[in-house]
């Protein structure tokens, strides 16, 4: 079965860090963009950024508002990352990998880690 | 880039259609057609239900279906189920080579 499972998520203060995984399973990882998404409580999905395989030099993007804080990498074996620094409390949300699996759309997601910023 | 605006809430009758609009720009929804849909239930990760803009993935309901005009995309379910009552989002790809989302709508099936 294909599957991505997001960890460590946690309770962090305002202005730290945290570094959250993406692991797969049921597919060859190394070949897919690996993207994260993320969704405060009650409200709606915000793309945050996108690493590419190797095909495409591991390329990263990153939502505009977001650029200079999140960093994205992976290592082909299995994992994506999302470090995050100097959080915010508006930076507390369930953060979500997705992949383009079978067509060009986010057809396999993750189940979320959730990520709590506060003092 | 700014979300992409949908209607925050729409209703409908069981055996209803609704239909949910997407508005963006020249240099998302205007410019490509990868549009796709998200369906998301309480507590659950998104389900993918349209891809490029009026596509649907294997397993997916008839019922559903997608279309675009210009900078709009829109999703209509049609025979509306109880179980529809869901949150929808649209999502796009950006001249930027980046995704935007729609902010969402909440369904409630009366």
């Known amino acids: ?119 | 880039q700014s979300a992409l605006t949908q209607p925050a809430s729409v209703s409908g009758s069981p055996g209803q259609s609704i239909t949910i609009s997407c508005t963006g720009t020249s240099s998302d929804i205007g410019g490509y057609s990868y549009v796709s849909w998200y369906q998301q239930h309480p507590g659950k990760a998104p389900k993918l239900i349209i891809y490029d803009v009026s596509s649907r993935p294997s397993g997916v309901s008839n019922r559903f279906s997608g279309s675009k005009s210009d900078n709009t995309a829109s999703l209509t379910i049609s025979g509306l189920r109880a179980e529809d009552e869901a949150d929808y989002y649209c999502s796009s790809l950006t001249s930027t080579d980046t995704q935007v989302f729609g902010g969402g709508t909440s369904l409630t099936v009366l």
């Open chain 1, 1 to 119: 079965e294909v599957q991505l499972v997001e960890s460590g998520g946690g309770l962090v203060q305002p202005g730290g860090s945290l570094k959250l995984s993406c692991g797969a399973s049921g597919f060859t990882f190394s070949g897919f963009d690996i993207h994260w998404v993320r969704q405060a409580s009650g409200k709606g999905l915000e793309w945050v950024g996108r690493v590419r395989s190797a095909t495409h030099n591991y390329a990263t993007a990153y939502a505009p508002s977001l650029r200079g804080r999140f960093t994205i990498s992976r290592h082909d074996s299995s994992t994506a990352y999302l470090q995050m620094n100097s959080l915010k409390t508006e930076d507390a949300a369930i953060y979500y990998c997705a992949i383009y699996y079978e067509i060009n759309a986010f057809d396999i997601w993750g189940q979320g880690t959730t990520v709590t910023v506060s003092s």
